[in-house]
């Protein structure tokens, strides 16, 4: 077995792990190059396993169907929960496989049906990788080229914007719930956009947020480009821009903390459909395009943007130290609980 690299950057859960190991009475095997796979052995004799973000909490079938957009999309819809249109689109080689019609130019027949701007996400891909917001053919047809290089399933779906919230749920109750606004710069009357960003990036890694910047990211180019702006233009004192369309907290995104304010009737739905998932924790993705989520659902309009079977909290727990606490209680209450017999 290779020695593990001293400079080797264990990722958050991994460390979160390490640090519970003697309260849970266990001891933790990592992986020694890349420190994303472990397992945690306890004194009873149970091994559980950690992949990244995953620890064995969900049953894997339930945690696959909620990775695949398309099918997770059904069965939310069919137990009842409002989803967004949309349709599925294949890669070429792959429509021939399973004789389907549904190729990019039927993408752009069925964008024109929901009408323009449409949303484009890979079906299998999360933290919003490939999420890109198109306004024509051209743009789709190159959102398409771009998702169907990591994933041989795209959805088309209808754009409805409007407040986008992460609800974590874990075992019937509410661990937390933030806003999530896309990542942005604002102008101080002197400096470049780029250079904005570049700070920004700084401020990600001073505050010890493991979130890197894509600079040549294409749908920052695109989102410029709609703007009026390019990267060596200079914003106003206040003025601000926003580069990317999807809100992830992992491509750069902000999370403004509402876990005190969530309202009862989006708790109840968030625990609801984790529940008809098949799911013991979740990250419930919501859109509220009437109001906000502090508000009765009855007073709302909302759709579910997706389920996420393994909710990263790394960036979430460097919002605040109320939000570090929340998360590692959470934590700590799950590695207790997988260390008991089924």
């Not at 509410?174 to 102008?187: C, D, K, M, N």
């Not at 101080?188 to 040549?216: A, C, M, P, W, Y």
């Amino acid at each position: 077995m290779q020695k593990r690299n001293k400079k080797l950057k264990l990722p958050y859960l991994t460390k979160l792990v390490k640090k519970f190991a003697s309260q849970i009475g266990a001891k933790v095997v990592v992986e020694p190059e890349w420190g994303i796979a472990a397992q945690i052995i306890y004194k009873n004799g149970i091994v559980r396993s950690l992949r990244y973000l995953s620890l064995d909490l969900n049953h894997i079938a339930s945690s696959d169907i909620a990775k695949d957009k398309d099918y997770a999309k059904f069965f939310m819809e069919k137990a009842g929960h409002s989803v967004a249109e949309g349709q599925t689109i294949f890669k070429d080689y792959w429509a021939k496989i399973i004789k389907s019609n549904r190729t990019i130019s039927y993408g752009i027949q069925y964008a024109k049906k929901l009408g323009y701007p449409v949303i484009i996400k890979p079906n299998s891909q999360s933290q919003g990788s490939g999420v890109c917001l198109v306004w024509d053919d051209k743009e789709l047809r190159r959102a398409l080229a771009e998702a169907f290089k990591v994933d041989k399933v795209a959805i088309v779906e209808r754009y409805l914007p409007g407040k986008d919230y992460r609800i974590v749920v874990l075992d019937g109750g509410i661990i937390s719930a933030y806003e999530r606004i896309p990542l942005s710069v604002t102008g101080d009357g002197r400096s470049t956009i780029l250079f904005l960003l570049r700070q920004k990036q700084k401020s990600f890694v001073l505050s010890g947020r493991d979130t890197r910047i894509n600079f040549e990211d294409l749908r920052m180019k695109l989102k410029l480009k709609r703007l009026g702006y390019g990267w060596n233009d200079i914003l106003k004192k206040g003025e601000k821009i926003f580069l990317l369309d999807n809100a992830n907290l992992s491509t750069g995104g902000d999370a403004i903390d509402v876990t005190k304010k969530i309202h009862s009737s989006f708790k109840n739905i968030a625990v609801k459909l984790t529940q008809d998932m098949g799911l013991r924790i979740a990250g419930v993705d919501v859109m509220v395009t009437k109001g906000d989520i502090t508000q009765d659902v009855k007073d709302c309009k909302y759709y579910i943007i997706e389920i996420n079977a393994a909710p990263g909290l790394d960036h979430y727990v460097t919002t605040g130290k109320e939000q570090k606490k929340i998360v590692e209680a959470m934590y700590l209450k799950v590695l207790k609980a997988l260390g008991k017999k089924d």
